[in-house]
Structures are given as C-alpha cells and as structure tokens.
T-cell receptor
C-alpha cells in the first residue's frame, strides 16, 4: 500500500518570505500523480499544484512550485512571497490506480502553515 | 461553475443514533468520493462511485456505514448506529473520469460530533 509522509506537523514563515514543505511517499509504481492541497478553516480542500510522475520538469503555479525527486520519492512544495492568505493546513497526496477503473488518493497527515505579519 | 455542495455543515448526535449526509457533485463529474477526516489526520477514502456504481468501498465499515448514489448524481452517506470514534469531518469530492489525471474538487464537508 502507498504511504505518504509529511514530517513537519507545523511550520511558520514571515510574510513575503519563502517556505518549503516536505513530503515523501512510498510506492512501487512508475506512473502516478502527486498533489498538494490546501485546507483553510473553511475545511474545503483546494488543489494547489499537480505533478505527473513521468514528467521530469517540476510543476509551477504562480508563487507555488514543487521539487519532485522521483528516485528519492520526494515531493516538496515551495511557497514564494508568502501571504497571510497562505495560512492553512497543507496536504500532500498520492494518486494511484487501484484496478477496475478505480483511482485512490492517499493523503499525508498534513502540515499546518502559519504566516507571521 | 458551482462547487460540490454538502449538507448539513455541522451535526451533533448521541452515540447509537443514526445520521445522514448529502452531497451534490459538480455537474458532469462521473466520479464521486466520500472521505473521512479525523482531527489531526489527512482524509481517508471511504467509498468511490463511478456514475451510480460502487468502484471501491474497501475501507467503508459496512456494519454501520452505507452510501448510495441514485441516478449517478447526488449521494447520501449514512451511519447507523454512530460510535464516538465516528466524530470527524466527512468530505465529499468529485472528478471527471479519473484516468484523465485531473484533481478532485472537494466540498466544505460536514463536521460530525458524536457524544
């Protein structure tokens, strides 16, 4: 079974600074997707960024970028120019095919990010 | 486009009572998921539907949990009878056909407290 590990329960960053959230995963598959989701107090999970495993180029979305190291099974999220609105829980997720048309999304335990004004 | 709608937003019940949650996915999304998120943890998949058929319910505690998706649109998740450990946020998500690689769109969830 796939596992996703986020080793930082909490992180903090000064406004306008850069922060990196870590994620590692365990898998024997070669084709899969990785995601970072943001969950503010409203509880809605919001997709931040997506990475396809067969693409070597790291994904970027405005101030958000990832460092995808497939061999090391590492998928970290970098937030540049941090804003107060970035404060939330961040979840790393791994999506794999589990057969019969079913894809399973496995989440880590999350990292709580605080942004200091 | 409208998001994934869930109701109620909060629910408090006593143990051994029953409860039901409702989800209306994004129009046209064939796949619907129910997740359980216990405080301090990431969401865990309970059940996945594709149209109105169950694709994966391997982590659904079937002795007390049930779910249906009539006509391949709305879905209802029921717990009967509830236990204290069922206290959690229940999230519904939907997506296009999964093999297209898209992300999932989540609702705001229902926070259940069992006392």
């Amino acid at each position: 079974a796939q596992t996703v590990t986020q080793s930082q329960p909490e992180m903090s960053v000064q406004e306008a600074e850069t922060v990196t959230l870590s994620c590692t995963y365990d898998t024997s598959e070669s084709d899969y997707y990785l995601f970072w989701y943001k969950q503010p107090p409203s509880r809605q999970m919001i997709l931040v960024i997506r990475q396809e495993a067969y693409k070597q180029q790291n994904a970027t979305e405005n101030r958000f970028s990832v460092n995808f190291q497939k061999a090391a099974k590492s998928f970290s999220l970098k937030i540049s120019d941090s804003q107060l609105g970035d404060a939330a829980m961040y979840f790393c997720a791994y999506r794999s095919y589990s057969g019969a048309g079913s894809y399973q999304l496995t989440f880590g335990k999350g990292t709580k990010l605080s942004v200091i004004p | 486009e409208a998001g994934v709608a869930q109701s109620p937003r909060y629910k408090i019940i006593e143990k051994r009572q029953s409860v039901a949650f409702w989800c209306n996915p994004i129009s046209g999304h064939a796949t619907l998921y129910w997740y359980q998120q216990i405080l301090g943890q990431g969401p865990k998949l309970l059940i996945q539907f594709q149209n109105n058929g169950v694709v994966d319910d391997s982590q659904l505690p079937k002795d007390r949990f049930s779910a249906e998706r009539l006509k391949g649109v709305d879905s209802t998740l029921k717990i009967q009878p509830a236990k204290l450990e069922d206290s959690a946020v229940y999230l519904c998500a939907s997506s296009l056909i999964p093999r297209q690689g898209g992300g999932y769109t989540f609702g705001s969830g229902t926070r259940l407290t069992v006392v």
